[in-house]
């Protein structure tokens, strides 16, 4: 058993017992009703479950919750799908997937939108420049499985977003 | 829970239990910010504008939208903490089924209930007809099929189900006995399509299955595969006419004639996961006090779960059968065919009548989602197509499919009729014989994944056609031109063609296209780069309408102006609620401020009866029950992508246009004071709406929305006609004849252009997935050709030259 605390979209959980077997998509679901953080595949192939993880340092990176131990998320601080939109207001890149139709049945959102918002949060650290943009885009999205779209919605979305901002994201 | 009329309207009754279903709506987490959950009342709606969709803000913001989203606690009025259950399946189907060893789960992990066949006997369980087979394998039986249930386990907390999940993952959980080898029996179903032309285009046929009826052949081997020949025997006349036109068209093809060419093939297509990414999952709690059962559920097929569940408890024991059970549809029930009719709910309904008092789920996970969910058929395709030399025209046509449906029937029958109808894909031929059989196997259950037997049919055919035009040799599109089946002709079956396909512009648009118009150019470059360059067409055509479809809706305004609109259809990720909501718009002037999908309920009130099977019904038992003003074919379908967003909205929209020509047309004359013999009053087709002001043709006038009420259902069905919709493709590839990596892909699609009912950008689907994730677009299907190749032309020309 660990004894968790961990930050969700700024709230701190805990600290609450959990089995070491525990996996924090199942945490996440089953114990805190955060089900936008979706159950796809449990073998971390689709990223469907992916959340943000935040470092201490101002970086952050994805991480599949279907196979990671809850326990491992221990002191950590994560945002989720549930997470984005501020005071009512939808993020940019909500926006942006809705007016591209970036997705179809949705089950898959939730982790492109992770994966695409710690792409902007990047490239707005360390700009690359636009040949190098679509390569950028690609190569951050993949490994995330859609079914029903086809992904380049998805991919424009996201583009539009970084080239309607090139200074904050562009060389 | 407080019954309102928007959340309970009895539906029907069968076998005493009342039917009725509810929308899931305004669930929240406990502490949690309360918000919105389904589409149509954010506060801020793309939709509105014309430009989102309606259900965009709930899935970019995660909220609770799918049946798996959904706990106990989120349900006003349920018990707060939720069970948890999971299936046990066979993992063999050669040996008997002898025993469970459940030795692993003890102490907490010990399950709280354990349903086993003997169990589902013991209280009085039936098993639909659609779903006929054994829920649970009985022991000492051979499973029907790998990953048949053999039980349920439930367990009281999510705590106990997660470590016993564990425990028995890599177990060995069911043991086996004698080996009998994979249980035998008959097809799900074998029928024989067969045309002869009459001597001219305007002459009846000779022969035709709408002419003189459909046939099976009735009469099976040992093995249970069908007996195609024209047997001597007094019984099975029909069969035997239609055998007999058969096996002269097969001897035509077969015969030696220089002036012909004759190529045969075989074809095998793969069984495939329809892959949806949500597994499938439920939620249900019977309150036993009250004799009521709550289920919360996603399919595409919300009546037959109904139904379904209803029948399956209706002469259980008085423990064990509800008085009244009220089903739950979340808003997204699509899986590509995946959640039609699937038998899924029937287990949720299960696990909560044997734990009384306590909601349970039952959700699969990605492996019991591929052990068990329905498949796509795999079918192997045995065809031979005759050409005339001269005039490049197809003389006859015969074909034989076999269709691995695996462990239960579910649409197996109509799987194998449409794929043989499909058969001869767009083109036209005076004689026609194809035989098809949808056999049972040890497989996962085969059902009514996105396309059914047209894909595969169809598929194959574009490949034969592609050798076909080779071997003549004739231009692809040429080919195509010369043999397309133009409207007044008849299809396989006999139906005359009658619709507005429009093929013909279809392939000549392909042909002006670059992609077809640069292709010898293209090899030519790609010879001198070291790149393969190959450039094809493909021409199909898919049928519509033709089933037991039809489209259930009610729009109503309130005094507020408020839209709503009721649907049966469900949401397959299409977005039929947005092209439902638009469609609605363009009579009503706003988009609805509610949106409900899968609501079967919408003809209530007007308590409407079926009788029948609506895929085999006479004329004249049709005709003699339609005297009756409430019966119709069918009540409500499941939801179809052939059918796709049209037909699901065609009620609405119709609906709302009878709201706007008898209610508000009238009320908009009355206010611009334009009388009944002012000419403008017979405008109202040219009224427009903008920014929800109604505008007359002229002079200027305005008139606000007024309320009234509306419901429409849409029909179709007619035995002898058949819609068809024509696609083309032109396509190129490009590949590294060193690395044999696939370079560029090139293609360019035409169909005809209908009325929008959805933003074009939300069209874009998965064949873009290929230009940025080739590897990623886990759809492809593959087609090849299996066991011998003949070419049963003598004069050895085109086609041998061409080692074909």
């Known amino acids: 058993m660990t004894t968790l605390s961990v930050t969700i979209n700024g709230r701190t959980y805990g600290p609450p017992e959990v089995r070491d077997e525990l996996t924090m998509n199942d945490y996440l679901r089953e114990y805190l009703g955060l089900t936008g953080t979706k159950f796809g595949c449990g073998a971390a192939q689709c990223?469907?479950?992916?959340?943000?993880?935040?470092?201490?340092?101002?970086?952050?990176?994805?991480?599949?919750?279907?196979?990671?131990?809850?326990?491992?998320?221990?002191?950590?601080?994560?945002?989720?799908?549930?997470?984005?939109?501020?005071?009512?207001?939808?993020?940019?890149?909500?926006?942006?997937?809705?007016?591209?139709?970036?997705?179809?049945?949705?089950?898959?959102?939730?982790?492109?939108?992770?994966?695409?918002?710690?792409?902007?949060?990047?490239?707005?650290?360390?700009?690359?420049?636009?040949?190098?943009?679509?390569?950028?885009?690609?190569?951050?999205?993949?490994?995330?499985?859609?079914?029903?779209?086809?992904?380049?919605?998805?991919?424009?979305?996201?583009?539009?977003?970084?080239?309607?901002?090139?200074?904050?994201?562009?060389? | 829970?407080?019954?309102?009329?928007?959340?309970?309207?009895?539906?029907?009754?069968?076998?005493?239990?009342?039917?009725?279903?509810?929308?899931?709506?305004?669930?929240?987490?406990?502490?949690?910010?309360?918000?919105?959950?389904?589409?149509?009342?954010?506060?801020?709606?793309?939709?509105?504008?014309?430009?989102?969709?309606?259900?965009?803000?709930?899935?970019?913001?995660?909220?609770?939208?799918?049946?798996?989203?959904?706990?106990?606690?989120?349900?006003?009025?349920?018990?707060?903490?939720?069970?948890?259950?999971?299936?046990?399946?066979?993992?063999?189907?050669?040996?008997?089924?002898?025993?469970?060893?459940?030795?692993?789960?003890?102490?907490?992990?010990?399950?709280?209930?354990?349903?086993?066949?003997?169990?589902?006997?013991?209280?009085?369980?039936?098993?639909?007809?659609?779903?006929?087979?054994?829920?649970?394998?009985?022991?000492?039986?051979?499973?029907?099929?790998?990953?048949?249930?053999?039980?349920?386990?439930?367990?009281?907390?999510?705590?106990?189900?997660?470590?016993?999940?564990?425990?028995?993952?890599?177990?060995t959980i069911v043991k086996y006995g004698e080996e009998t080898g994979p249980v035998t029996r008959p097809p799900y179903a074998a029928f024989r399509f067969t045309r002869v032309a009459g001597p001219t285009p305007d002459a009846p046929d000779v022969y035709s299955p709408v002419k003189n009826g459909w046939v099976s052949p009735g009469?099976?081997?040992?093995?249970?595969?069908?007996?195609?020949?024209?047997?001597?025997?007094?019984?099975?006349?029909?069969?035997?006419?239609?055998?007999?036109?058969?096996?002269?068209?097969?001897?035509?093809?077969?015969?030696?004639?220089?002036?012909?060419?004759?190529?045969?093939?075989?074809?095998?297509?793969?069984?495939?996961?329809?892959?949806?990414?949500?597994?499938?999952?439920?939620?249900?709690?019977?309150d036993a006090g009250r004799k009521n059962l709550e289920l919360v559920v996603g399919v595409q097929s919300p009546y037959d779960a109904a139904e379904s569940v209803a029948f399956l408890l209706g002469e259980a024991d008085a423990t064990h059968k509800p008085a009244r059970i009220n089903t739950h549809f979340a808003y997204m029930g699509g899986g590509f065919g995946g959640r039609d009719h699937t038998p899924f709910p029937l287990y949720v309904a299960l696990a909560a009548m044997f734990l009384p008092g306590r909601p349970v789920r039952l959700a699969n996970n990605r492996y019991e989602q591929f052990q068990s969910g329905i498949k796509r058929h795999g079918f192997s395709i045995h065809t031979r197509m005759g050409v005339d030399r001269a005039t490049g025209k197809i003389f006859a046509f015969a074909a034989d499919h076999v269709l691995h449906a695996g462990g239960l029937m579910n649409f197996s029958p109509h799987v194998a009729s449409v794929g043989a109808v499909a058969a001869l894909g767009i083109y036209y031929a005076p004689k026609v014989d194809i035989t098809t059989v949808s056999l049972p196997s040890r497989a996962v259950t085969a059902g009514s994944m996105r396309g059914y037997g047209t894909l595969q049919a169809m598929t194959a055919l574009e490949v034969l056609v592609d050798e076909m035009c080779t071997a003549l040799p004739l231009d692809p599109i040429e080919f195509r031109r010369r043999n397309a089946l133009k409207p007044g002709e008849r299809t396989i079956t006999g139906n005359t063609y009658d619709d507005s396909i429009r093929t013909s512009e279809i392939l000549d648009k392909l042909e002006q296209h670059a992609i077809w118009r640069e292709r010898a150019a293209e090899k030519a470059r790609g010879k001198e780069a070291g790149i393969l360059v190959g450039t094809g067409v493909a021409c199909a055509h898919k049928n519509y309408g033709t089933g037991a479809d039809c489209s259930l809706a009610a729009v109503e305004i309130d005094p507020q102006g408020r839209i709503a609109i009721r649907i049966d259809d469900t949401e397959m990720g299409t977005g039929l609620g947005t092209a439902v909501a638009n469609r609605v718009a363009a009579y009503l002037g706003g988009v609805a401020d509610e949106v409900a999908l899968a609501q079967i309920d919408a003809f209530g009130p007007l308590a409407l009866v079926k009788s029948g099977d609506p895929y085999t019904i006479d004329q004249k038992t049709q005709d003699a029950a339609a005297r009756n003003p409430r019966w119709v074919p069918e009540i409500s379908s499941a939801t179809a992508a052939s059918t796709g967003a049209h037909v699901g909205t065609h009620a609405a929209a119709e609906a709302a246009r009878v709201i706007f020509r008898f209610g508000l047309w009238p009320a908009a004359l009355d206010l611009w004071r334009i009388g009944p013999k002012d000419l403008r009053a017979a405008q109202w087709q040219t009224a427009r709406w903008s920014d929800g002001q109604l505008t007359a043709p002229a002079p200027a006038a305005r008139a606000r929305r007024r309320r009234g009420t509306c419901a429409c259902e849409e029909r179709r069905h007619r035995r002898d006609g058949s819609w068809f919709q024509s696609l083309g493709l032109v396509a190129g590839r490009f590949q590294d004849r060193r690395t044999k990596l696939d370079g560029r892909h090139r293609r360019a699609g035409a169909a005809p252009r209908g009325r929008q009912v959805r933003p074009p950008r939300s069209h874009r689907r998965q064949v873009s997935a290929d230009r940025l994730h080739p590897d990623r677009h886990h759809l492809h299907d593959e087609v090849r050709h299996a066991g011998p190749r003949r070419d049963q032309s003598r004069n050895r020309s085109a086609a041998h030259r061409q080692g074909l």
């Open chain 1, 47 to 171: 990223l469907s479950c992916a959340v943000i993880v935040d470092n201490h340092d101002g970086t952050s990176y994805t991480s599949p919750t279907c196979i990671v131990p809850a326990a491992s998320f221990n002191g950590k601080s994560i945002r989720t799908v549930e997470g984005h939109a501020k005071n009512g207001e939808l993020s940019i890149l909500q926006k942006a997937f809705i007016d591209h139709f970036a997705f179809q049945c949705g089950y898959c959102t939730a982790g492109f939108l992770n994966e695409s918002q710690v792409l902007l949060e990047r490239l707005a650290k360390r700009r690359v420049p636009r040949a190098e943009l679509e390569k950028t885009i690609a190569e951050a999205l993949d490994g995330h499985l859609c079914r029903c779209t086809g992904y380049i919605k998805y991919h424009e979305a996201v583009r539009d977003v970084i080239l309607a901002d090139p200074q904050r994201y562009l060389v």
């Open chain 2, 1 to 171: 829970m407080s019954a309102s009329r928007r959340d309970f309207v009895k539906l029907l009754t069968s076998s005493g239990i009342a039917l009725s279903v509810s929308r899931l709506a305004l669930a929240e987490e406990p502490d949690f910010a309360a918000r919105e959950t389904l589409p149509g009342r954010q506060n801020w709606n793309p939709a509105a504008t014309g430009a989102g969709r309606i259900d965009g803000v709930v899935k970019v913001t995660g909220s609770k939208l799918y049946a798996g989203d959904f706990r106990a606690a989120d349900l006003p009025g349920w018990p707060a903490k939720t069970s948890h259950a999971m299936l046990i399946r066979a993992t063999d189907a050669t040996h008997t089924y002898d025993g469970l060893d459940l030795s692993r789960l003890t102490g907490a992990m010990k399950p709280a209930v354990i349903v086993t066949a003997e169990d589902l006997a013991r209280i009085g369980t039936r098993v639909p007809g659609f779903y006929a087979g054994d829920l649970f394998c009985p022991l000492r039986k051979t499973p029907l099929y790998l990953g048949q249930p053999i039980a349920l386990l439930i367990f009281e907390d999510f705590d106990a189900f997660d470590q016993a999940r564990l425990a028995l993952r890599d177990a």
């Open chain 2, 219 to 286: 009469v099976f081997n040992e093995s249970q595969h069908p007996v195609w020949a024209r047997l001597p025997i007094p019984t099975g006349l029909d069969y035997a006419e239609a055998a007999g036109y058969g096996e002269d068209i097969r001897a035509e093809l077969a015969a030696d004639n220089p002036a012909r060419l004759v190529l045969e093939r075989q074809f095998e297509t793969q069984s495939a996961d329809p892959m949806f990414l949500e597994p499938e999952s439920g939620l249900a709690w019977y």
